[in-house]
């Protein structure tokens, strides 16, 4: 003990027994072996099949990566941690903004650490790369969820496309899941295409909505109601309990008029408040229940074999786009030819067959 000086740094409450010398050297090569950047996939691998979260982070820093040389490296990781992976349930969470999924996320994070699960939540929000990473700043909204020790919380890989931002967190889950991970919820924003991309990597689609003016129905993309398994009004709390029940009334006679889903299920709508926390635990009593149905009559096995074709072609979509868009022998030629087809001097046509006779010519 250390009776004699007493710490007065702010950074230490009170003196405590020093590190036996032994243990702080294997600690430190250990953060060393990590820090180092050449780290050998295989300790990535080994890290996080044994727990080690700085290796988790590090692999999807690598997943991650634009740069084309950590490409097979990234692959060698998600490759060795594939065996031990798809033991989760993967819940996607959508809605537009303001409507409360951080929120949502960090009440039903919590609920879900509290029964034993260990939650991994990342987030598709392709227009976080032009915002700075808003989904960083969610993270004030899951303070409890940051502070857990059974959750994670990644924000949305930055990227310029969407095809590009979803691969990634794709690839995460498998990571996230090979960590231990059996809870992976994926937040996105309410707009645009991302949807589509997260409904094809989750088991469970919810979404969150809150109770309007009366016309809830209005504004509401009809794509998004098919694939909802579940639709969540949020914010019924204080004086807008009885509006978000009539609501609830309103959307159950929509969602009749669909449909009957491929996974036998009938998609439920209920309420919830993410403040108070009414409700939290009945979304996960019926996400519960999906489960239950869709694994009994194998719906869940088929569907997650498909997504993962879809993945497939996904992936070589996106990687011949960019080899495409940044092969040295195109770039110029492009921009040659989109001046020309501005000016009308070639049809769109003509000018796509040179550029990609040109692209074949170079990479065959
Ligand atoms: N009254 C009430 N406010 C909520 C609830 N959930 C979220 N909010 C508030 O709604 C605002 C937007 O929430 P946020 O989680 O950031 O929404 P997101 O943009 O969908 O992620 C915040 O001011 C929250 O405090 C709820 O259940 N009840
Ligand atoms: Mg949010």
Redesign the pocket.
Known sequence: MDQEKPKSSALSEKSGVEQPEIVSKIAAGHIVALRNKNVAAADLISGILSGNITALSRAITLVESTNPEHLAKANEVINGCLPHANQSIRIGIT?V????????IEAFGKHLTGIGKKVAVLAVDPSSTISHGSILG?KT?MEELVKDQNAFIRPSPSGETLGGVARKTRETITLCEAFGFDTIVIETVGVGQSETAVHSMVDFFLLLKISGAGDELQGIKRGIMEMADAIVI??A??DNIKKARLAKTEFNRALHLFPAKKSGWTPKVSTC???TKDGIDEVWEMISEFLELTKSNHYFGEKRREQNQYWMLETIDERLKNHFYNDKNTIALLEQNKKAVQNNEISPFAAAQILLENYFKFNH
């Not at 303001?98 to 949502?104: E, P, Y």
């Open positions: 809605g903004p303001g409507v409360g999924k951080s929120t949502f969610d909204r949020n914010k709390d204080g408040s993410a403040i």
